[in-house]
């Protein structure tokens, strides 16, 4: 397998979110979101860490930046934090906050990199959530305004969008489980938070094309390969449900379908919620979509869980090979999903925005080898390669992610990057995965690895 078996347009990048990465988090620097709320909330993150630094991006760009060029890395898939340029979520924007960003993607295109921007990596501004958040029909009004200035911008330098990111993951973590922040519970306002989120996806999307019809516009979707326990009637029902509530949630109304309802009824609630119109305006013609993938779930039937009466069975139950969240190490889930996916009617081609693994690792005399999520990585990427040779129209590949970060609610403490961060000196070494990565993106073949033509640590 190499590089040159994808074709010259294919496109090849790492991903990050700005509260994962950035830091510069100084109430001078940026109005506060949920996250830099919820952080503070004792017991509701792995040792109470926070994101307030970081990897202190938000200072480091210049050399991470420059790191991926050597790297041959091409393309950067990095977010916007709303309450960065919006302190206070609308009204007057920070032109501090836009300058960072402006900093960022200049930086990038003066290397050759391309920006890819998510708008939303589930950093709400606090004072939006203040009013209900995602809860709130008029979030609608504030993410337009948001998705405006964002293109207004930055539209001159960058074509590039995703709208969300992991809808299904903001809504379910943040406001129905409550692990996630902002930390709300329970059906009602999953569901409005949902209908919302399904609506401004569809909006968002509708704005960017009116102010830039040129650009490539997309979302990103959280999606799992998904198999029955048993091949019995009740964990077959119990897959699909889990299947229409963690693969098709937030796809099927974009792609005009509506809620998955047949499967789930549990979401004909999200009528109440619903008004006139709202059915066509969940809809939208995207250009991509971004596939998000990092392993498989297997279901099982359990009456007892209340609205899906289904389970899923951790890996660690399964008693077979995990990663440091305990998610199975599955990379023929990305093969399925594609495949799934491409099989939709009018389904625009597809980009993988994220895969990747976090592995436990160790600093043993300046470096770091990482055998297992460098294998994780090539197997993803030749079952990428798998999914185009059948003719699925899959056209790029972003590695989550490029540095060791902020991994929400489990803290620092799941490495995925394919550069290691030492969070106490901010000292970065390239592991051998992401010495692989390049010489795989220079045409070396899987199994070679060239020597990088700079530093790799710093
Ligand atoms: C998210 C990332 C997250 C990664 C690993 C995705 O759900 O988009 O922010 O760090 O998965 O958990």
Known sequence: MRKEDFGKD?????ST????VEGGSDLHLKGPSIWDTFVRRKGKIFQNQTGDIACDFYNRYTKDIS????????HYRFSIAWSRILPEGMGKASQEGIDFYNRVIDFCLSLNITPWVTLYHWDLPQMLQDRGGWENREIIYWFEEYVKLCVRSFGDRVSQWMVLNEPMVFTGAGYFLGVHAPGRKGLKSFLAATHHAALCQARG?????????????????????????HHRERDLVAAAKVD???????????LGMGYPTGELKILQRIEKFMRQEDEKSLSFPMDFIGVQNYTREIVTHAPFMPFVKARLIKADRRKVERTLMNWEVYPESVYHILKKYSAYPNMPPLIVTESGA??????????????????FI?????QVGRARQEGIRVEGYFIWTFLDNFEWAEGYFPR????????????RILKSSGKWYAAFLENASAEELLPLKQDVSY
Request: hydrophobic residues 45%; contains cysteine.
């Open 10 to 14: 294919f496109v090849w990048g790492v």
């Open 205 to 229: 999307a509708a704005v960017i094309k009116s102010l830039q019809s040129h650009s490539l516009v997309g979302t990103t979707f959280s999606c799992s390969h998904i198999e029955p326990h």
């Open 416 to 427: 995925f990057g394919l550069v290691h961060v030492d969070f106490k000196s901010q000292r």
């Open 244 to 254: 229409a509530l963690l693969n098709r949630l937030f796809l099927e109304p974009l």
């Open 378 to 382: 090539r197997d993803a990427i030749s």
């Open 358 to 375: 976090a592995f436990e690792d160790q600093v043993t005399d300046g470096e770091v080898h990482d055998p297992r999520r460098l294998r």
């Open 67 to 74: 790191l991926m060029a050597a790297m041959n890395i091409s």
């Open 17 to 20: 979110a700005a509260y994962q």
